[in-house]
């Protein structure tokens, strides 16, 4: 091990930093990514465990079908081919990530979600990877869950996600979030239970949870 950064580090200073740079970008998409068919897919446990357990539960039930994704980035751009048999919109806050949206996508903040649709319109809403990544303050994290309460029908599910480490937890969001308490526990069959915590770094917490 000792012999192998030692040869690293020799490697690293004989060649030109840019080179440095591009090999260190290249090994990080090798163990960031994954191809999946023609699709690029980010290859993290909280990732598989969504793509490979919880979208397709979902995708398979017909009682799910006007469903809705909150934030986009470039790996949430295959989901749409996941839910091509259903009713699937996105809602993004940035406009240059509208590519990664569903073919129904709104330029929009989720806290406006009931701007667009009316009371009771979703099934589900999966709602993960926005809290800590843009979603901080308390009043804009009250009124998201608020929208997403109204939008939803009685016995819809909401999936809420976010990573629950102190550096990317703006506040202890599921006790101190009023709006969120409005939910009832949603026991989720595959992963036995309402709260699933995936074993990374992150922590990353998966909440199921219904409006009664
Ligand atoms: C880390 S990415 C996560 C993408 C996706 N939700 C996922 O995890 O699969 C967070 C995204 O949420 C978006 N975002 C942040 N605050 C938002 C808000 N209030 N409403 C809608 N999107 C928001 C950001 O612009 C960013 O693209």
Same mark, same amino acid.
């Given at each position: 091990?000792?012999?192998?950064?030692?040869?690293?580090?020799?490697?690293?200073d004989?060649?030109?930093?840019?080179?440095? /740079?591009?090999? !260190?970008?290249?090994?990080?998409i090798?163990?960031?990514?994954r191809?999946h068919?023609? =699709?690029?897919?980010?290859?993290?446990? =909280? /990732?598989?465990?969504?793509?490979?357990?919880?979208?397709?539960?979902f995708?398979?039930?017909?009682?799910?079908?006007?469903?809705?994704?909150?934030?986009?980035?470039?790996?949430?751009?295959?989901?749409?081919?996941?839910? /091509?048999?259903?009713d699937?919109?996105?809602?993004?806050? !940035?406009?240059?990530k509208?590519?990664?949206?569903?073919?129904?996508?709104?330029?929009?903040?989720?806290?406006?979600?009931?701007?667009?649709?009316?009371d009771?319109?979703?099934?589900?809403?999966?709602?993960?990877?926005?809290?800590?990544?843009?979603?901080?303050? /308390? =009043?804009a994290?009250?009124?998201?869950?608020? !929208?997403?309460f109204?939008?939803?029908?009685p016995?819809?599910?909401?999936?809420?996600g976010?990573n629950?480490?102190?550096?990317?937890?703006?506040?202890?969001?599921?006790?101190e979030?009023?709006?969120?308490k409005?939910?009832?526990?949603?026991?989720?069959?595959?992963?036995?239970?309402?709260?699933?915590?995936?074993? =990374?770094?992150?922590?990353?917490?998966?909440?199921?949870?219904?409006?009664?």
């Amino acid at each position: 091990m000792k012999a192998f950064i030692l040869a690293k580090s020799f490697v690293k200073d004989l060649l030109p930093p840019f080179l440095v /740079r591009q090999i !260190q970008k290249l090994l990080f998409i090798t163990a960031t990514h994954r191809l999946h068919g023609f =699709d690029l897919h980010l290859n993290l446990p =909280d /990732r598989r465990i969504l793509e490979s357990v919880i979208i397709p539960y979902f995708a398979k039930l017909d009682e799910f079908d006007k469903i809705l994704f909150v934030g986009c980035d470039w790996y949430t751009k295959p989901y749409q081919k996941y839910f /091509r048999k259903k009713d699937y919109w996105t809602i993004e806050i !940035q406009p240059e990530k509208r590519k990664y949206g569903a073919k129904k996508h709104i330029v929009d903040a989720i806290e406006n979600l009931s701007n667009y649709f009316v009371d009771g319109y979703f099934d589900l809403i999966i709602f993960t990877g926005v809290f800590g990544h843009g979603l901080n303050s /308390r =009043d804009a994290t009250e009124e998201a869950f608020n !929208q997403c309460f109204k939008c939803l029908r009685p016995g819809g599910v909401l999936v809420f996600g976010w990573n629950d480490i102190p550096e990317l937890t703006p506040f202890p969001v599921t006790e101190e979030c009023h709006n969120f308490k409005k939910f009832s526990p949603y026991f989720f069959a595959p992963l036995s239970g309402s709260r699933y915590v995936v074993g =990374d770094q992150w922590k990353h917490t998966f909440i199921f949870c219904t409006k009664p």
